[in-house]
């Protein structure tokens, strides 16, 4: 085990960066937080690179780190490193992803986000995908990224369960209706149709929008068909993780 004490230390330093994009595309890693998020990379057998725990963290399970490098760090360097007010003393690196999946070989229920940011959002959306029982979530440009700390830490493992892709959403929508598979968009609108009017599937994409501007027109010009959820009371919308559930449990065959 290495014991790291200063703040100041080039380990430090460099997992500080990982809070950035540039700095998990740099050092092709990510950092988790919390035994929660650790003990689920344990468990999916995830490629875990450095383990990094205070002096007085106590392991609530056995783990074997054998093969693994092993940093004590201090409460204040925790501090640094963490994203939330009451650090845990547990972080672990965990190597990125260098393969993807491409639509092709895509199979079963995917959730397509269109330029989704807001971190709690997104995580909300993987659970209920995960629980769901979908296959995947393709990350599309201008979503936030699937490994930033927030994200992650909103995910709260379930990114484990199914494949998280970064890619075009145009080139994912192309590929499934090539293979005769509806591709749903999601959208406040007349033309569009009641999402309990178009039957169940197994084999499907599903596209939720931005927060505030909803979905591009130019991916809703590319769908099979668009849908919205009626809404019985006075509010103007719902949330977009809200909605995604009711979408994503609804359609699943």
Excluded: C
Aim: proline fraction near 5%.
């Amino acid at each position: 085990m290495k014991i790291i004490t200063a703040p100041a230390n080039p380990n430090v330093k460099e997992w500080k960066k990982l809070s950035t994009k540039k700095g998990r595309l740099n050092q092709e890693r990510y950092l988790l937080e919390g035994w929660h998020l650790v003990k689920e990379a344990f468990v999916a057998q995830a490629e875990i690179l450095q383990v990094i725990v205070t002096n007085d963290f106590i392991w609530p399970e056995q783990v074997d780190l054998e093969n693994l490098d092993v940093f004590q760090i201090t409460p204040e360097i925790a501090k640094i490193l963490s994203q939330t007010p009451s650090p845990q003393g547990i972080f672990v690196t965990v190597k990125l992803p260098k393969t993807q999946l491409i639509p092709k070989q895509a199979t079963g229920a995917w959730l397509f986000l269109d330029g989704v940011q807001d971190p709690g959002n997104i995580g909300t959306m993987v659970r209920t995908a995960d629980a769901a029982g979908f296959s995947g979530v393709v990350f599309g440009e201008n979503t936030a990224d699937p490994y930033q700390p927030k994200v992650t830490r909103a995910m709260q493992g379930s990114q484990f369960h199914l494949h998280l892709v970064k890619a075009s959403l145009i080139e994912w929508i192309d590929a499934f209706q090539a293979k005769n598979l509806p591709v749903f968009g999601t959208e406040l609108n007349q033309d569009a149709r009641s999402y309990d009017q178009v039957g169940q599937y197994s084999d499907f994409a599903l596209i939720m929008g931005n927060e505030g501007n909803g979905m591009s027109l130019e991916l809703l010009k590319q769908t099979s068909l668009n849908l919205y959820i009626p809404i019985k009371g006075q509010a103007e919308s719902l949330n977009v993780a809200v909605a995604a559930g009711i979408l994503m449990f609804k359609l699943k065959r």
